[in-house]
Protein backbone atom coordinates (compact mmCIF):
# COMPACT_ATOMS: atom_id res chain seq x y z
CA UNK A 1 0.00 0.00 0.00
CA UNK A 2 0.87 3.90 -0.11
CA UNK A 3 1.53 5.67 2.58
CA UNK A 4 3.09 9.17 3.91
CA UNK A 5 2.60 13.05 5.33
CA UNK A 6 1.74 15.29 3.05
CA UNK A 7 2.26 18.72 4.31
CA UNK A 8 -0.56 21.36 3.50
CA UNK A 9 0.98 24.66 2.68
CA UNK A 10 0.19 28.29 1.32
CA UNK A 11 -1.56 31.67 2.20
CA UNK A 12 -3.57 31.99 4.92
CA UNK A 13 -7.31 31.85 3.99
CA UNK A 14 -6.29 29.55 0.96
CA UNK A 15 -8.70 26.84 1.69
CA UNK A 16 -6.41 24.34 3.44
CA UNK A 17 -8.17 23.78 6.38
CA UNK A 18 -11.69 23.28 5.07
CA UNK A 19 -9.66 21.48 1.88
CA UNK A 20 -7.92 18.85 4.70
CA UNK A 21 -11.45 18.64 6.49
CA UNK A 22 -13.41 16.88 3.56
CA UNK A 23 -10.67 14.89 2.66
CA UNK A 24 -10.12 13.34 5.88
CA UNK A 25 -14.08 12.91 6.54
CA UNK A 26 -14.46 15.32 9.55
CA UNK A 27 -13.67 18.30 11.20
CA UNK A 28 -9.85 18.44 12.48
CA UNK A 29 -9.52 22.04 12.39
CA UNK A 30 -11.83 25.40 12.43
CA UNK A 31 -12.13 27.05 9.28
CA UNK A 32 -13.29 31.01 8.88
CA UNK A 33 -13.06 33.88 6.50
CA UNK A 34 -10.28 35.18 8.69
CA UNK A 35 -6.40 34.62 7.93
CA UNK A 36 -4.26 33.14 11.06
CA UNK A 37 -7.80 30.61 12.00
CA UNK A 38 -5.13 27.58 12.13
CA UNK A 39 -2.46 28.81 14.42
CA UNK A 40 -0.56 25.24 14.49
CA UNK A 41 0.39 22.04 12.82
CA UNK A 42 -2.93 19.79 13.01
CA UNK A 43 -2.98 16.15 11.44
CA UNK A 44 -5.84 14.56 9.83
CA UNK A 45 -5.87 11.11 8.86
CA UNK A 46 -7.39 9.86 5.20
CA UNK A 47 -7.58 6.01 5.15
CA UNK A 48 -7.99 4.85 1.48
CA UNK A 49 -9.03 1.03 0.45
CA UNK A 50 -5.33 0.54 -0.33
CA UNK A 51 -3.05 3.78 0.88
CA UNK A 52 -2.74 6.02 4.02
CA UNK A 53 -2.44 10.07 3.79
CA UNK A 54 -1.34 11.81 6.91
CA UNK A 55 -2.27 15.38 6.40
CA UNK A 56 -0.48 18.12 8.51
CA UNK A 57 -2.68 21.06 8.21
CA UNK A 58 -0.55 24.10 8.33
CA UNK A 59 -0.87 27.94 9.52
CA UNK A 60 -1.28 30.20 6.52
CA UNK A 61 1.93 31.88 5.47
CA UNK A 62 2.47 35.94 6.11
CA UNK A 63 4.77 38.12 7.64
CA UNK A 64 5.46 37.41 10.81
CA UNK A 65 4.10 40.51 13.33
CA UNK A 66 4.57 39.30 17.02
CA UNK A 67 6.13 35.85 19.06
CA UNK A 68 2.84 33.94 18.35
CA UNK A 69 2.80 34.73 14.50
CA UNK A 70 6.63 33.59 14.12
CA UNK A 71 6.17 31.15 15.73
CA UNK A 72 3.03 29.86 13.74
CA UNK A 73 5.48 30.90 10.46
CA UNK A 74 8.17 28.49 11.57
CA UNK A 75 5.43 25.82 11.95
CA UNK A 76 4.80 25.51 8.69
CA UNK A 77 8.61 26.05 7.36
CA UNK A 78 9.38 23.03 9.38
CA UNK A 79 6.52 20.85 8.53
CA UNK A 80 6.81 21.16 4.64
CA UNK A 81 10.79 20.23 5.00
CA UNK A 82 9.89 16.71 6.72
CA UNK A 83 7.14 15.01 4.44
CA UNK A 84 6.94 13.20 1.55
CA UNK A 85 4.79 15.39 -0.57
CA UNK A 86 3.51 19.38 -0.39
CA UNK A 87 0.14 20.04 -1.35
CA UNK A 88 -0.01 23.93 -1.73
CA UNK A 89 -3.76 25.35 -1.92
CA UNK A 90 -3.93 28.13 -4.24
CA UNK A 91 -7.36 30.16 -3.52
CA UNK A 92 -8.08 29.93 -7.51
CA UNK A 93 -10.42 32.99 -7.19
CA UNK A 94 -7.73 34.96 -5.68
CA UNK A 95 -6.20 34.87 -9.22
CA UNK A 96 -2.33 34.14 -9.63
CA UNK A 97 0.42 36.98 -8.16
CA UNK A 98 4.21 37.08 -7.79
CA UNK A 99 3.52 36.74 -4.49
CA UNK A 100 2.10 33.25 -5.04
CA UNK A 101 4.43 32.43 -6.94
CA UNK A 102 7.52 33.29 -4.96
CA UNK A 103 5.98 31.14 -2.16
CA UNK A 104 5.36 28.08 -4.65
CA UNK A 105 9.31 28.70 -5.43
CA UNK A 106 10.40 28.88 -1.66
CA UNK A 107 9.04 25.63 -0.99
CA UNK A 108 10.24 24.03 -4.25
CA UNK A 109 13.99 24.84 -2.91
CA UNK A 110 13.29 21.97 -0.10
CA UNK A 111 13.19 19.38 -2.63
CA UNK A 112 10.54 17.44 -1.42
CA UNK A 113 8.02 16.79 -4.39
CA UNK A 114 4.70 19.17 -5.17
CA UNK A 115 1.47 19.25 -6.86
CA UNK A 116 -0.99 22.41 -6.52
CA UNK A 117 -4.57 22.06 -5.64
CA UNK A 118 -6.13 25.03 -7.34
CA UNK A 119 -9.11 25.28 -4.88
CA UNK A 120 -12.85 27.64 -4.67
CA UNK A 121 -13.26 26.71 -7.93
CA UNK A 122 -17.10 26.51 -7.56
CA UNK A 123 -17.30 30.80 -6.93
CA UNK A 124 -14.96 31.83 -10.31
CA UNK A 125 -14.76 31.76 -13.91
CA UNK A 126 -14.14 27.94 -15.27
CA UNK A 127 -11.97 29.96 -17.88
CA UNK A 128 -9.62 31.51 -15.53
CA UNK A 129 -8.69 27.96 -14.58
CA UNK A 130 -6.84 27.25 -18.20
CA UNK A 131 -5.56 30.86 -17.84
CA UNK A 132 -3.98 30.72 -14.12
CA UNK A 133 -2.14 27.57 -15.06
CA UNK A 134 -0.15 29.54 -17.96
CA UNK A 135 0.37 31.84 -15.69
CA UNK A 136 1.80 29.39 -13.34
CA UNK A 137 3.77 28.12 -15.97
CA UNK A 138 5.21 31.20 -17.72
CA UNK A 139 6.84 32.05 -13.93
CA UNK A 140 8.69 28.71 -14.70
CA UNK A 141 6.13 26.46 -12.33
CA UNK A 142 5.92 23.10 -13.63
CA UNK A 143 3.73 21.68 -11.40
CA UNK A 144 0.68 19.23 -11.63
CA UNK A 145 -2.50 21.46 -11.38
CA UNK A 146 -5.96 20.34 -9.77
CA UNK A 147 -9.07 22.38 -9.95
CA UNK A 148 -11.21 21.33 -6.81
CA UNK A 149 -13.70 22.75 -4.80
CA UNK A 150 -14.12 21.67 -1.44
CA UNK A 151 -17.07 23.27 -0.79
CA UNK A 152 -18.92 21.25 -3.37
CA UNK A 153 -16.47 18.45 -3.15
CA UNK A 154 -15.52 18.79 -6.95
CA UNK A 155 -12.41 16.49 -8.50
CA UNK A 156 -11.15 15.68 -5.07
CA UNK A 157 -11.25 12.22 -5.97
CA UNK A 158 -8.72 13.12 -8.69
CA UNK A 159 -6.58 14.98 -6.28
CA UNK A 160 -6.69 11.72 -3.85
CA UNK A 161 -5.54 9.55 -6.75
CA UNK A 162 -2.42 11.98 -8.00
CA UNK A 163 -1.50 12.27 -3.88
CA UNK A 164 -1.64 8.55 -3.56
CA UNK A 165 0.19 8.14 -6.51
CA UNK A 166 3.31 9.96 -5.47
CA UNK A 167 3.33 8.65 -2.04
CA UNK A 168 5.81 5.73 -1.52
CA UNK A 169 5.09 2.20 -0.81
CA UNK A 170 4.80 1.42 2.77
CA UNK A 171 2.27 0.59 5.84
CA UNK A 172 0.07 2.21 7.77
CA UNK A 173 1.98 4.51 9.94
CA UNK A 174 -1.12 5.63 11.98
CA UNK A 175 -3.71 3.35 13.72
CA UNK A 176 -7.07 3.05 11.72
CA UNK A 177 -9.47 4.31 14.18
CA UNK A 178 -7.55 8.02 14.40
CA UNK A 179 -8.65 10.61 12.64
CA UNK A 180 -6.85 13.69 14.53
CA UNK A 181 -3.08 14.25 16.27
CA UNK A 182 -5.24 16.67 18.87
CA UNK A 183 -7.45 15.74 22.02
CA UNK A 184 -10.79 16.15 22.14
CA UNK A 185 -10.36 19.22 24.76
CA UNK A 186 -8.26 20.89 21.73
CA UNK A 187 -11.26 21.02 19.64
CA UNK A 188 -13.20 22.57 22.48
CA UNK A 189 -10.91 24.98 22.67
CA UNK A 190 -10.78 25.70 19.05
CA UNK A 191 -14.41 25.19 18.21
CA UNK A 192 -14.81 28.34 20.79
CA UNK A 193 -11.56 30.30 18.60
CA UNK A 194 -13.93 29.74 15.51
CA UNK A 195 -16.95 31.02 16.57
CA UNK A 196 -15.04 34.24 18.26
CA UNK A 197 -13.42 34.21 14.83
CA UNK A 198 -16.37 34.24 13.03
CA UNK A 199 -18.53 37.02 15.16
CA UNK A 200 -16.24 39.68 15.90
CA UNK A 201 -13.69 41.72 13.66
CA UNK A 202 -10.17 40.47 13.30
CA UNK A 203 -8.85 42.95 16.05
CA UNK A 204 -10.43 41.10 18.80
CA UNK A 205 -9.91 37.43 17.93
CA UNK A 206 -6.56 37.39 16.63
CA UNK A 207 -5.73 38.18 20.82
CA UNK A 208 -7.29 35.80 22.19
CA UNK A 209 -6.84 32.50 23.87
CA UNK A 210 -8.91 30.23 24.83
CA UNK A 211 -8.14 27.93 28.12
CA UNK A 212 -10.04 24.55 28.99
CA UNK A 213 -10.21 24.33 32.80
CA UNK A 214 -12.85 22.09 32.96
CA UNK A 215 -13.59 18.99 30.76
CA UNK A 216 -15.41 16.39 32.29
CA UNK A 217 -17.95 13.39 31.55
CA UNK A 218 -20.35 13.07 33.68
CA UNK A 219 -21.79 10.00 34.45
CA UNK A 220 -25.65 10.86 32.68
CA UNK A 221 -23.25 11.97 29.32
CA UNK A 222 -23.43 14.98 30.06
CA UNK A 223 -20.41 16.83 29.61
CA UNK A 224 -19.43 19.18 31.88
CA UNK A 225 -17.37 22.32 30.04
CA UNK A 226 -16.07 25.11 31.56
CA UNK A 227 -13.49 27.88 30.03
CA UNK A 228 -11.80 31.15 29.75
CA UNK A 229 -11.48 33.47 26.65
CA UNK A 230 -8.49 35.45 27.12
CA UNK A 231 -7.86 38.33 25.60
CA UNK A 232 -5.39 41.37 25.64
CA UNK A 233 -6.79 44.74 26.24
CA UNK A 234 -10.22 45.32 28.78
CA UNK A 235 -12.14 47.41 25.83
CA UNK A 236 -11.63 43.90 23.86
CA UNK A 237 -13.42 42.21 26.74
CA UNK A 238 -15.80 44.67 26.72
CA UNK A 239 -16.67 43.93 23.12
CA UNK A 240 -16.42 39.80 23.69
CA UNK A 241 -19.15 40.51 26.21
CA UNK A 242 -21.29 42.94 24.53
CA UNK A 243 -24.29 44.98 26.47
CA UNK A 244 -25.80 42.41 28.83
CA UNK A 245 -23.87 39.92 27.89
CA UNK A 246 -25.07 39.44 24.85
CA UNK A 247 -22.31 38.90 22.70
CA UNK A 248 -21.07 36.12 24.91
CA UNK A 249 -24.31 34.67 25.05
CA UNK A 250 -24.68 34.18 21.99
CA UNK A 251 -21.04 32.95 20.69
CA UNK A 252 -21.30 30.31 23.49
CA UNK A 253 -24.43 29.29 22.28
CA UNK A 254 -23.48 28.39 18.69
CA UNK A 255 -20.12 26.84 20.47
CA UNK A 256 -22.13 24.68 22.57
CA UNK A 257 -23.99 23.54 19.58
CA UNK A 258 -20.97 22.64 17.66
CA UNK A 259 -19.03 20.67 20.56
CA UNK A 260 -22.79 18.59 21.14
CA UNK A 261 -21.94 18.15 17.42
CA UNK A 262 -18.56 17.08 18.14
CA UNK A 263 -19.02 14.95 21.33
CA UNK A 264 -21.72 13.65 20.17
CA UNK A 265 -23.59 14.29 23.65
CA UNK A 266 -24.89 17.36 25.62
CA UNK A 267 -22.76 20.17 26.61
CA UNK A 268 -23.01 22.32 29.77
CA UNK A 269 -20.86 25.09 28.93
CA UNK A 270 -19.53 27.93 31.43
CA UNK A 271 -17.58 30.80 29.71
CA UNK A 272 -15.28 33.33 31.18
CA UNK A 273 -14.29 36.27 29.48
CA UNK A 274 -10.27 37.53 31.14
CA UNK A 275 -7.51 40.23 30.37
CA UNK A 276 -3.77 39.38 30.18
CA UNK A 277 -2.06 42.14 28.60
CA UNK A 278 -0.16 41.45 25.48
CA UNK A 279 0.24 37.86 25.72
CA UNK A 280 1.21 37.21 21.93
CA UNK A 281 4.91 38.92 23.16
CA UNK A 282 5.11 37.21 26.09
CA UNK A 283 7.06 33.57 25.38
CA UNK A 284 6.43 32.85 29.31
CA UNK A 285 2.24 33.15 28.80
CA UNK A 286 2.18 31.97 25.41
CA UNK A 287 4.14 28.31 27.10
CA UNK A 288 1.29 28.73 29.65
CA UNK A 289 -1.54 28.50 26.35
CA UNK A 290 0.53 25.94 25.25
CA UNK A 291 2.39 27.29 22.52
CA UNK A 292 5.56 26.07 22.30
CA UNK A 293 7.61 28.97 21.57
CA UNK A 294 10.79 26.82 20.73
CA UNK A 295 9.41 23.90 18.49
CA UNK A 296 6.80 26.43 17.14
CA UNK A 297 4.37 23.62 18.30
CA UNK A 298 1.52 23.31 20.57
CA UNK A 299 1.49 20.28 23.09
N1 LIG B 1 -16.54 28.97 -2.03
C1 LIG B 1 -15.59 28.28 -1.41
N2 LIG B 1 -15.09 28.74 -0.24
C2 LIG B 1 -14.13 28.03 0.37
C3 LIG B 1 -13.64 26.80 -0.16
N3 LIG B 1 -12.68 26.35 0.67
C4 LIG B 1 -12.59 27.23 1.69
N4 LIG B 1 -13.46 28.25 1.53
C5 LIG B 1 -13.66 29.41 2.44
O1 LIG B 1 -12.46 30.15 2.52
C6 LIG B 1 -12.26 30.66 3.85
C7 LIG B 1 -10.91 30.22 4.41
O2 LIG B 1 -10.91 28.83 4.56
P1 LIG B 1 -9.89 28.07 5.52
O3 LIG B 1 -10.05 26.61 5.23
O4 LIG B 1 -10.03 28.52 6.94
O5 LIG B 1 -8.49 28.61 4.94
P2 LIG B 1 -6.99 28.37 5.49
O6 LIG B 1 -6.62 29.63 6.20
O7 LIG B 1 -6.15 28.17 4.26
O8 LIG B 1 -7.02 27.15 6.36
C8 LIG B 1 -13.44 30.15 4.68
O9 LIG B 1 -14.42 31.15 4.75
C9 LIG B 1 -13.94 28.95 3.87
O10 LIG B 1 -15.32 28.70 4.08
C10 LIG B 1 -14.20 26.32 -1.42
O11 LIG B 1 -13.85 25.28 -1.98
N5 LIG B 1 -15.17 27.11 -1.98
MG1 LIG C 1 -6.42 26.89 8.32
Known amino acids: MKSGF ?10 KSTLVNVLVGEKVAIVSPKPQTTRDAIMGVYNGADSQIVFVDTPGIYRAKNTLSSVMEKTAETTARDVDLILYVHDGHGGVSDSDTELIERYRRNGVPMIIAY ?20 AGIDLDIYPVSARK ?11 EELLPEGDKVIAEDIVSDKSEKFMIAEIMREKVLLKFDEEVPHGIAVIVNEFEKQENGVYLISLDIVCEKANHKAILIGKGGRAIKEVSSF ?14 LTTYVKVKENWRDRPSLMHDFGYDVKKGKRD
Do not use: C, H, S
Not at 119 to 138: C, G, L, Q, R, S
Open 6 to 15: VAVIGKANAG
Open 119 to 138: TKIDIMPKENIPADAEKFYK
Open 153 to 163: GTNLKKLVAAI
Open 255 to 268: ARQDMEKFLGAKVF
